[in-house]
Each structure stands twice: as structure tokens, then as C-alpha cells.
């Protein structure tokens, strides 16, 4: 059983970055796979960002991030990261962690469903 807490939210200008951390305890993240979605008011939650639980560390992502925002893993920490950069107004959203069990498969999926365990959000405005 994962526990999950999100931290490194806040208010950043247009351009501006932000790291996220997803500190997690219950395990070590060996196996599980990690993600991260975002949820906007009045829409559905997106899955963004996703990493396999593998030495590999295979990433994925939406098209609505790619080439802005990188995910990563540390293992000795614990914790996975989304660094997001050139940020935009659209990108304002509550950001949540989540992960699932999934071990030797270098992959990973943007799909909500598969998700067994998750935090409790942290909130990213970006407004100039």
C-alpha cells in the first residue's frame, strides 16, 4: 500500500517553472509505476506524465506536455518529480501522484483506471 503526498505547488508567471515532488512511503518505488495527472476546473482529470517502474524508467506523455515537462525517479529519495517548464495558462490545474504495480514491464499508461494508489493534489496556477 502506497502512501503519496504532492508538494511544489504555487503561483508562477506565464514562462515561468515549477518542480513537483511526489514523496512516497509504503514501499520503495521498485515495480510501481508513476504518474501524474492534473485535473482543471470543470474538467476531467488528464493523465500528463507517466514512468515505468523498471531499471529502464520508461516515460510517457501527453501531447498536451511533451517537450515542457520531463517526469523522473529517485530512487534513494524516494520520489518522483515533474519539472515543468514554459508553463501556460492552460496548464492551470490541481496536479496529483499516482502509481500502480507493475514490475519488469518497461512501460507505462496515461489511463486513470490502472491507478491503484494516489495523493491528494497540489495546486498549480500559472496567471500573470
Known amino acids: 500500500q502506497l502512501q503519496l503526498v504532492e508538494s511544489g505547488g504555487g503561483t508562477v508567471q506565464p514562462g515561468g517553472s515549477l518542480r513537483l515532488s511526489c514523496k512516497v512511503s509504503g514501499s520503495t518505488l521498485d515495480g510501481y509505476v508513476m504518474g501524474w495527472f492534473r485535473q482543471a476546473p470543470g474538467k476531467e482529470r488528464e493523465g500528463i506524465s507517466c514512468v515505468s517502474g523498471t531499471p529502464r524508467s520508461m516515460t510517457n506523455y501527453a501531447d498536451s506536455v511533451k517537450g515542457r515537462f520531463t517526469i523522473s525517479r529517485d530512487a534513494a529519495k524516494n520520489t518522483v518529480y515533474l519539472q515543468m517548464n514554459s508553463l501556460k495558462p492552460e496548464d492551470t490545474a490541481v496536479y496529483y501522484c499516482?502509481?500502480?504495480?507493475?514490475?519488469?514491464?518497461?512501460?507505462?499508461?496515461?489511463?486513470?483506471?490502472?491507478?491503484?494508489?494516489g495523493g491528494q493534489g497540489t495546486q498549480v496556477t500559472v496567471s500573470s
Open positions: 499516482a502509481g500502480y504495480w507493475r514490475p519488469y514491464i518497461d512501460a507505462c499508461t496515461l489511463v486513470q483506471g490502472r491507478y491503484a494508489f
